[in-house]
């Protein structure tokens, strides 16, 4: 289980990302092991557009007084582009993608990486109340809809109260868009291929609401024209 001690911001401004295998210091492009351009696992021209309107969605749902907390993003990707763009105290992010526990250092602070698939493992390796903040962007639609129920308890578990907790996903009638999107490289075919279910507005607050949220605290819209969902729980 990880402490509670702060996350101390580096004294320079290089960007390095230590020990993930094959990945030497590097500049604030972002190459190599990380590539700003390709967030996803695969190949997707359009990538690097969606995670940021999927950051810009995110952020705008977060309290501003939340971010002086602790902020985890499960699932964050092969390049964290939410972790390494938004403002908070301290950064979290877990994926399978990553082979070790590592260490993002960017210019105003630095991203803890954690490895955890959570298609084998939903007890989330965090202390009860430990976070502000939990998102999961472009996450719900990978995971199997027995396992999302209970890694959505975990992350109520380990959210502080008053906490939130924001996500997005697919449109469910996108389904046969982004199959012919994957299938011209606009989008990742791998994270395509992987999708396990598809959710409407009110499946993902019933979701969210039976892992423990009050319905009361549960909100959710669409973005960029319907394609898109988003939901936000305060717990």
């Not at 009110?202 to 892992?211: C, H, K, M, V, Y």
């Amino acid at each position: 289980m990880y402490g509670l001690g702060p996350i101390r911001t580096p004294p320079h401004s290089r960007v390095t990302l230590s020990p993930l295998p094959d990945c030497q210091q590097v500049s604030t492009t972002m190459t190599r092991a990380l590539k700003a351009d390709q967030p996803t696992r695969g190949h997707g021209a359009l990538e690097a557009y969606l995670a940021r309107r999927r950051a810009q969605k995110a952020n705008q749902l977060i309290p501003t007084q939340q971010r002086r907390g602790r902020l985890l993003d499960v699932g964050c990707g092969s390049y964290p582009y939410f972790l390494a763009t938004t403002q908070f105290a301290e950064k979290w992010g877990i994926d399978q993608a990553f082979d070790a526990e590592s260490t993002l250092e960017l210019d105003d602070g630095r991203v803890a990486l954690i490895p955890f698939d959570v298609q084998r493992d939903v007890s989330l390796p965090f202390a009860t109340d430990f976070f502000s903040v939990v998102t999961m962007l472009a996450v719900f639609e990978h995971i199997e809809p027995a396992k999302l129920k209970f890694l959505l308890g975990e992350v109520h578990r380990v959210l502080r109260p008053g906490g939130t907790f924001v996500m997005t996903t697919p449109s469910s009638w996108t389904d046969w868009l982004l199959k012919l999107m994957a299938g011209v490289g606009l989008v990742s075919r791998a994270e395509i291929e992987e999708h396990k279910d598809t959710y409407t507005q009110r499946e993902i607050r019933s979701t969210i609401e039976g892992a423990g949220f009050d319905p009361g605290n549960v909100i959710s819209g669409s973005f960029e024209i319907g394609v898109n969902l988003w939901a936000k729980a305060t717990k």
